[in-house]
Every structure is written in structure tokens, then in C-alpha cells.
């Protein structure tokens, strides 16, 4: 598995916000989300090759079981069932994070955390754009996740106007708990978030669904490795 970077941070998104975890980020992702934080590890050799055990290894160094397999889109990996297995054996509490574009079926994942890209992802080369579009979303994949894993749903909100997107693909995966949707506000500095987070919120309370901080920009500022 090539590995783009190992460290160890708080949790910064979804209901395990805050807590002290282990993050594994794969290389390689389909997308090209245009405010993705993450654009280091698109390429699939960005990184280094290292076998499941010595991902283990490196993971094991640090105290704690909450260990994050982040990406890149990790879900494009089959490997990551094996790693997800030894990470479990070694006592591990496993969340994925994903797109949700890609199933594999019997990974042992303590929590899919899907964040399903919108139509605000885009990015604004349009030779990118046209195979973003193609391949941001997939509702048949989303509901396979949902069905067989215990999940949270986070969405990206740029502005108000992306909830009747947010509500349209809730509606058409049709078996969305609603009490496991969170929106957060799209910021890559912690001055973006300070000045989004209200609008967010007042949203939230509008339609029922959490509020979901995120701790990595508003205590590092978006700094990598955090």
C-alpha cells in the first residue's frame, strides 16, 4: 500500500471529534474536489510503499486504539480490508473515511464516516469537472455503505444553497438515519471557519441535522499532519 503519512492528532471531524487518534492516509483519489484539503495525496505514488505490517507497526508507536484510515479515498484500496484486520487484531478502534464512492464489502470498520461530495466540489478545470461530475456520487454504492456498516453522513456546506442537494440525496438513498447526518462548514483556514460556522449552525437548526466542527482548522489553522 503506498502511504502518504502517518501521524497522530485529535480527531477532528464527525462524532469522535476530539478524540486522540492515529491517522493513516492512503495515496491515490478519483476526485479532485476543488476545495479539497488533502491534495498532496491525489497521485497513487504519493507516498511510500509499505507492507500492512509495517503500517502496524508505525501505527502502534502511539498510545491510544482510535486509529483514522484516511486518504486520498481509501476505499479504492482492496489491501484495506487486510489492514483494517491486523489493526483490529491489535486491538484497534477503526473509522474509515470516504467519499463514499467505492464499496468493498466485510472490511472490520468500527465507523464508515461518509462524506458524499456535491455539486459545490467541483473543480473549475473542465476537463477535471467532467470526470468529477461523472463519478462524485454514486447512490447504489452510498446505500451498500450504509447498509453494512454503522456510519456517519458529513456534507460540506458552502452555502444555504446546497441544502435542497443535501436533502435530495438523503431522500433518494432512502435509508439514511437522519440522527446520523451532520453538515459542515467547506473552510480551509481557521478564519473561513470562524466566519461560516454561524450560517452552518443556523442551517442545523433549521433542518434538524448536528453541527459538525472541525477541530483540525480551528486549532492548527488546516497545517498539514494535523
Known amino acids: 500500500m503506498v502511504v502518504n503519512e502517518i501521524f497522530y492528532s485529535l480527531q477532528g ?32 505514488d504519493a507516498g511510500q510503499d509499505q507492507t500492512v505490517a ?41 473509522t474509515i473515511e470516504t467519499a463514499g464512492i467505492a464499496y468493498i464489502p466485510d472490511v472490520p470498520c468500527d465507523l464508515m464516516s461518509i ?21 462524485r456520487l454514486d447512490l447504489a454504492v452510498l446505500g451498500e455503505l450504509i447498509a453494512n456498516y454503522h456510519y456517519q453522513l458529513k456534507f460540506v456546506v458552502d452555502s444555504v444553497n446546497d441544502v435542497p442537494e443535501i436533502q435530495e440525496v438523503i431522500e433518494q438513498t432512502g435509508n439514511i438515519d437522519p440522527h446520523m447526518v451532520m453538515l459542515m462548514p467547506q473552510a480551509a483556514t481557521r478564519d473561513e471557519l470562524a466566519s461560516r460556522s454561524p450560517v452552518v449552525a443556523e442551517i442545523c437548526k433549521s433542518v434538524g441535522f448536528a453541527f459538525c466542527q472541525r477541530l483540525h482548522v480551528l486549532l492548527w489553522d488546516g497545517q498539514r499532519e494535523t
Not at 29 to 43: E, Q
Request: glycine letters at 8%; a positive charge.
Open 54 to 94: 509495517e503500517i502496524v507497526e508505525a501505527v502502534c508507536k502511539w498510545r491510544g486504539r482510535f486509529v483514522v484510515i484516511t486518504g486520498g479515498e481509501p476505499m479504492v484500496n482492496f489491501e484495506i480490508r487486510q489492514l483494517a484486520r491486523e489493526l483490529k487484531a491489535a486491538g484497534k478502534h477503526i
Open 115 to 135: 462524506s458524499p461530495k456535491l455539486s459545490n466540489s467541483a473543480p473549475l478545470e473542465a476537463e477535471s469537472a467532467g470526470v468529477h461530475k461523472d463519478s
Open 13 to 44: 471531524e464527525g462524532f469522535l471529534a476530539g478524540m486522540p487518534s492515529v491517522f493513516v492516509r492512503l495515496a491515490g483519489c478519483p476526485l479532485r474536489c476543488r476545495w479539497c484539503d488533502t491534495k498532496y495525496a491525489w497521485a497513487e
